[in-house]
């Protein structure tokens, strides 16, 4: 295994709030990387400084050893590392088929002027792009909703679109922030091994979720954040073991996060 | 709609606006809808810009800032450096399309009423500009203009000069139908490739656009570069109508009224700006006899109307065709 991804005393300040503190740590390849903390830890501003989404104070991220931070998120996403959001995004009012149709935008090889004028790459680039969209959505599970609009979806298969729409940009590194929220317990233990999947098609995950059942059960490895500083970095058992954890749960019930 | 449908539906279009409307007029002797109607062609090519910047999520109030200048840039050249309309009828759409991505770079980072905002002063901006400048003549303006040339291939004349023409009107009738007829085949084929898709994912959501590999700052330059493009050759061929520009040949009047021409046809569709000009300007003319309440009359209708159809007037033929394409967020 190697080192995809470096995350090198990344630091970003909003006024005066540290929203994320000199925080580094290793992503390998074809790993689950989860990053857990108590609200306002600074997980998704983490994600967003990974996706170059946010501009960093300090500190860098590296893919493959080149920097990715501080470009714009559409050259970030070109390189391979690509975020999903914490809010349910999509686009809403598109069927969820077109959704991931547009989201195959990184492998096109025609130009726009292409595009416009029909010309036989973009008519090849549109063939690929629907069979494709329809391989992901079979494979995620929704194949049979690909003609519904998206925005009357409910919040279980817009996490799975949601996801769709991350793989269809073919990324190494995709990050999820909280893939599972709003799920009911079949519908997260489903999109579990959605995941895994995901992992096993050759990604790199990194993901952001609440439901430690869910993320013990899913990760090979975990960073925990608490007030923007990385408090602790193991394989789940170590996590769960860790007492600087433990401590920064104190107050939350001690089942969620599976002690 | 199935293919033949659609081929039916142009063919009669088509036949309706170079055949059937001069026919009509011939008989009929009324020679002043020729006048118009071209107007109508003219502003609903305007009109159809608006609606690509609509249509990548951008309430565009700044029309009439190209419109002018695609006027005057065709008029100086014309004039003061005798080139042929026929050139400064292009040359006029990409000094607009050019001068558009100097503007658009930084003001369309903006959004929603900020945006809108911005535009609107735009237009205020382009008539104190040709007021100012040494090159425009200020208020005098630039008047008698000469009326297109004739264009010649080896001897061969293509488009007869207009100044030998016995009755001006129908050529440019002619000019101006064809212009529009080529502005939205040039729009229907965008929005329907794969480009309609992507000024729609901008349209619904710009984060996850750029997310997905979008560049948004690039395709949002583009569709502007393209409405003004649209809004300069509309102001260029009215300036050559009308042999004349002035600093108020465009007002925010018109802007507002480019915009309103999107919303009443429909944001949805294509084709909406045409209907909704063709409407909104006949409302406009049939309310003139009721004098000073015009405005009153026609604003309420308007309104009413918005409220009504909140997708535009051709939601009401194509709700169930087109519901997809017409789901805005
Ligand atoms: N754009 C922003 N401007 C100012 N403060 C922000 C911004 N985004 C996040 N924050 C603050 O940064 C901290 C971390 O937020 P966030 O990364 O969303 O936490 P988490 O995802 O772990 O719940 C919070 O205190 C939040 O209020
Ligand atoms: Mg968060």
Not at chain 2, 52 to 77: C, H
Not at chain 2, 273 to 299: A, C, K, N, R
Request: aromatic share 10%; glycine share 10%; proline share 3%.
């Amino acid at each position: 295994m190697s080192e995809l991804l470096q995350v090198i005393g990344l630091t970003k300040r909003f006024g005066g709030l540290t929203a994320v503190n000199d925080v580094t740590f290793s992503v390998q390849e074809l790993e689950i990387l989860s990053v857990i903390g108590p609200n306002g830890a600074g997980k998704s501003t983490l994600f967003k400084l990974i996706a170059s989404f946010l501009r960093t104070s300090s500190g860098e991220v590296r893919f493959r050893g080149e920097r990715i931070s501080n470009l714009a998120p559409h050259i970030t996403a070109r390189k391979g590392v690509v975020r999903t959001f914490q809010e349910t995004t999509i686009f809403k009012g598109m069927t969820v088929r077109d959704n991931v149709v547009i989201a195959h935008h990184l492998r096109s090889k025609a130009s726009l002027f292409g595009y416009f004028i029909g010309s036989p790459v973009a008519m090849r680039d549109e063939q690929e792009f629907g069979r494709s969209a329809d391989q992901i959505l079979e494979f995620l599970g929704i194949g049979e909703i690909k003609n519904e609009i998206a925005s009357n979806l409910p919040q279980g298969h817009l996490r799975a679109l949601g996801i769709a729409i991350g793989l269809s940009t073919d990324p190494t590194v995709l990050l999820l922030d909280e893939p599972f929220a709003g799920m009911n317990h079949d519908e997260t233990r489903h999109a579990v091994e959605m995941v895994r999947s995901v992992r096993d098609r050759g990604v790199t995950l990194l993901l952001v979720e609440h439901d430690m059942s869910a993320v013990m059960n899913i990760s090979d490895r975990i960073v925990v954040l608490n007030f923007g500083e990385k408090i602790a970095e193991g394989t789940p058992a170590e996590i769960q073991r860790n007492e600087k954890v433990i401590e920064a749960y104190l107050g939350i019930e001690d089942e969620s996060i599976g002690l | 709609m199935t293919r033949t449908i659609k081929i039916v539906w142009v063919v009669v279009f088509l036949a309706v606006l170079l055949v059937g409307i001069p026919a009509f007029i011939t008989i009929s002797e009324r020679w002043d809808l020729y006048y118009t109607l071209t107007s109508v062609a003219l502003l609903s090519i305007a009109s159809g810009g608006v609606w690509l910047t609509f249509y990548i999520g951008r309430i565009n109030i700044g029309q009439g800032a190209y419109a002018l200048m695609g006027g005057y840039v065709s008029a100086i050249l014309v004039v003061k450096y005798d080139v042929s309309f026929w050139l400064t009828l292009p040359l006029a759409g990409l000094f607009c399309g050019a001068a558009s991505v100097l503007i658009g770079l930084p003001i369309l980072r903006l959004r929603g009423v900020y945006f809108a905002m911005i535009t609107l002063v735009l237009t205020e901006v382009a008539r104190l500009l040709m007021l100012a400048l040494p090159i425009t003549n200020g208020a005098k303006g630039i008047t008698s203009i000469p009326l297109p040339e004739a264009v010649k291939i080896f001897g061969l004349t293509l488009i007869p000069d207009f100044a030998t023409l016995s009755n001006v009107k129908p050529a440019f009738y002619y000019l101006s139908v064809v212009l529009m007829i080529l502005s939205f085949a040039a729009l229907y084929r965008l929005v329907n490739s794969r480009l309609g898709k992507l000024c729609r994912s901008l349209q619904q959501n710009e984060e996850l656009a750029s997310s997905i590999g979008v560049n948004i700052a690039y395709l949002r330059v583009i569709a502007y570069v393209i409405s003004s493009f649209l809004g300069g050759i509309g102001g260029a061929t009215f300036a050559a109508i009308s042999q004349s520009v002035y600093p108020s040949s465009f007002t925010i009047a018109d802007s507002i009224n480019f915009m309103l021409n999107c919303f009443l046809g429909g944001l949805g569709y294509v084709f909406g700006p045409m209907l909704g000009t063709l409407v909104l300007y006949f409302g406009w003319d049939l309310l003139f006899q009721t004098g000073e309440f015009q405005l009153l009359i026609f604003s309420t209708v308007l309104i009413a109307l918005i409220l009504i159809l909140p997708n535009g007037l051709l939601s009401v033929r194509f709700n169930k065709v087109s519901r997809e394409s017409a789901g805005r967020e």
